[in-house]
């Protein structure tokens, strides 16, 4: 009893005593972690260690995405600027952590999306004889800044049991993302045609490579807008008659994607060249698609060209039906 008596009457001196041999304990740091900032309470230490006696001071630091806090470069904060700092570093932490992801490379050239799509159309002799088929197929990669896609297309036409098209196309396109919502585009295509026209039977070679500068814009996650300018270079060969001729012209490309409600999905691009003469080609592709499941899905494509640059294909103006399937 008597000494629990000693103990109150000499409380004070006894907490400070504690106070100051638990003071190397204190003198650590107090954190607090968000994604994109990190922010530290620090006590002051003094040269044996101790504390300081000093109130607390404020530290923080722009956190990449995935970096520890304890890894960072801090820089100390005046209590009465800790709102406006705050936030500058969170922005700076958000950007870098966008660099961090643009610079990232997946390894492998594993698609990350595969899809197949074939429509056919066979009227028979009971009506005008005109049978055809289309199989496309397309792949898509994301690798940090870059996206690439390649489709191949493969056409078959014969009216009356006489051979109308035979086609094979392959399309490569890489769009580079730069600042902001700027990119660079590069379009390379190879294409291989026979067709029959007035008679005669046609071999044809088609190369097409473009270099252009686009503008992205994102509406929503599942809606975009792509405008871009290039510059193409056009060569043509006929295959069975040595014959060639090559071109250039600068086009506009406008691309639209938008995700509709139940389920229907929206795509759309044009082109438009301007030829040496004056002309204007134009090139369009519509589709609408229905998804009919987690792999599939039912499509309307339109297709329309005018003054084109491939020869078969120059004037066109067909509506399709397609099943499409994704891997």
């Given at each position: 009893?008597?000494?629990?008596?000693?103990?109150?009457?000499?409380?004070?001196?006894?907490?400070?005593?504690?106070?100051?041999?638990?003071?190397?304990?204190?003198?650590?740091?107090?954190?607090?972690?968000?994604?994109?900032?990190?922010?530290?309470?620090?006590?002051?230490?003094?040269?044996?260690?101790?504390?300081?006696?000093?109130?607390?001071?404020?530290?923080?630091?722009?956190?990449?995405?995935?970096?520890?806090?304890?890894?960072?470069?801090?820089?100390?904060?005046?209590?009465?600027?800790?709102?406006?700092?705050?936030?500058?570093?969170?922005?700076?932490?958000?950007?870098q952590?966008?660099?961090?992801?643009?610079?990232?490379?997946?390894?492998?050239?594993?698609?990350?999306?595969?899809?197949?799509?074939?429509?056919?159309?066979?009227?028979?002799?009971?009506?005008?004889g005109?049978?055809?088929?289309?199989?496309?197929?397309?792949?898509?990669?994301k690798?940090?800044?870059?996206?690439?896609?390649?489709?191949?297309?493969?056409?078959?036409?014969?009216?009356?049991?006489?051979?109308?098209?035979?086609?094979?196309?392959?399309?490569?396109?890489?769009?580079?993302?730069?600042?902001?919502?700027?990119?660079?585009?590069?379009?390379?295509?190879?294409?291989?045609?026979?067709?029959?026209?007035?008679?005669?039977?046609?071999?044809?070679?088609?190369?097409?490579?473009g270099?252009?500068?686009?503008?992205?814009?994102?509406?929503?996650?599942?809606?975009?807008?792509?405008?871009?300018?290039?510059?193409?270079?056009?060569?043509?060969?006929?295959?069975?008659?040595?014959?060639?001729?090559?071109?250039?012209?600068?086009?506009?490309?406008?691309?639209?994607?938008?995700?509709?409600?139940?389920?229907?999905r929206?795509?759309?691009?044009?082109?438009?060249f301007?030829?040496?003469?004056?002309?204007?080609?134009?090139?369009?592709?519509?589709?609408?698609?229905?998804?009919?499941?987690?792999?599939?899905?039912?499509?309307?494509?339109?297709?329309?060209?005018?003054?084109?640059?491939?020869?078969?294909?120059?004037?066109?103006?067909?509506?399709?039906?397609?099943?499409?399937?994704?891997?």
């Amino acid at each position: 009893m008597r000494m629990l008596t000693t103990l109150y009457e000499y409380r004070t001196l006894l907490f400070c005593f504690m106070l100051l041999a638990s003071a190397p304990i204190a003198a650590s740091v107090s954190r607090v972690e968000e994604p994109y900032l990190c922010v530290e309470s620090r006590l002051g230490r003094s040269a044996d260690g101790h504390w300081d006696g000093q109130a607390p001071s404020l530290w923080m630091a722009a956190r990449p995405s995935g970096a520890s806090c304890a890894d960072l470069d801090y820089v100390r904060v005046d209590p009465t600027e800790a709102a406006s700092v705050s936030a500058e570093l969170r922005a700076r932490g958000q950007a870098q952590a966008r660099v961090m992801v643009a610079d990232t490379v997946s390894p492998g050239w594993t698609p990350d999306r595969v899809q197949i799509d074939a429509s056919v159309n066979w009227e028979g002799k009971s009506r005008n004889g005109k049978d055809e088929a289309e199989v496309r197929g397309s792949a898509e990669w994301k690798r940090g800044r870059d996206e690439v896609s390649a489709q191949l297309r493969a056409e078959y036409e014969r009216s009356n049991d006489v051979l109308k098209q035979n086609e094979q196309n392959l399309r490569l396109l890489w769009y580079r993302n730069l600042s902001g919502p700027w990119y660079r585009s590069t379009e390379a295509q190879l294409e291989r045609n026979q067709f029959k026209e007035q008679g005669l039977l046609f071999d044809y070679l088609f190369a097409q490579i473009g270099l252009g500068l686009g503008y992205r814009q994102e509406w929503t996650e599942d809606a975009e807008t792509r405008l871009a300018v290039s510059w193409h270079l056009f060569d043509v060969r006929l295959l069975d008659y040595d014959f060639a001729v090559d071109t250039n012209a600068p086009s506009l490309t406008l691309t639209n994607t938008l995700k509709l409600p139940a389920r229907w999905r929206l795509n759309q691009w044009t082109h438009w060249f301007l030829w040496e003469d004056g002309s204007i080609g134009v090139e369009s592709e519509t589709e609408l698609l229905l998804e009919a499941g987690h792999n599939t899905a039912v499509g309307l494509r339109h297709e329309y060209s005018r003054d084109a640059a491939t020869l078969q294909q120059s004037d066109k103006n067909e509506t399709s039906l397609f099943l499409r399937y994704r891997f």
